[in-house]
């Protein structure tokens, strides 16, 4: 069993920063790709950035040049920090990871989320 938590969430003013976590625990031999996804309200979940275990990012291009996606492997931790944010980023953020278990079976996780509110 495996479990994504999500932390650092919050309110925070337009133009404002924040950094976000998601810590992997539980029973798995490796994690594949982690990421990041948000919903709005009223709105679908959209992608917002993946990471390799390589350390490579991706981004939706909406996201591009404000966030940054990282991991720190041996926390199984990923990490998304947020710069000049704006209203239209109120979301919840949720985590999602690849898992790798002994017998090399794949399965996909997901966090509980964390939201965060832009506002003044």
């Known amino acids: 069993q495996v479990q994504l938590v999500e932390s650092g969430g919050g309110l925070v003013q337009p133009g404002g920063s924040l950094r976000l976590s998601c810590a992997a625990s539980?029973?798995?031999?490796?994690?594949?790709?982690m990421g990041w996804f948000r919903q709005a309200p009223g709105k679908d979940r959209e992608l917002v950035a993946t990471i390799t275990s390589g350390g490579a990012p991706n981004y939706a291009d909406s996201m591009k040049g404000r966030f940054t996606i990282t991991r720190d492997n041996a926390k199984s931790t990923v990490y998304l920090q947020m710069n000049r944010l704006k209203t239209e980023n109120t979301a919840s953020y949720s985590c999602n990871a690849e898992f790798v278990v002994n017998t090399g079976f794949r399965f996909s996780s997901w966090g509980k989320g964390t939201n965060v509110t832009v506002s003044s």
């Open positions: 539980g029973t798995f031999f490796a994690i594949n790709d």
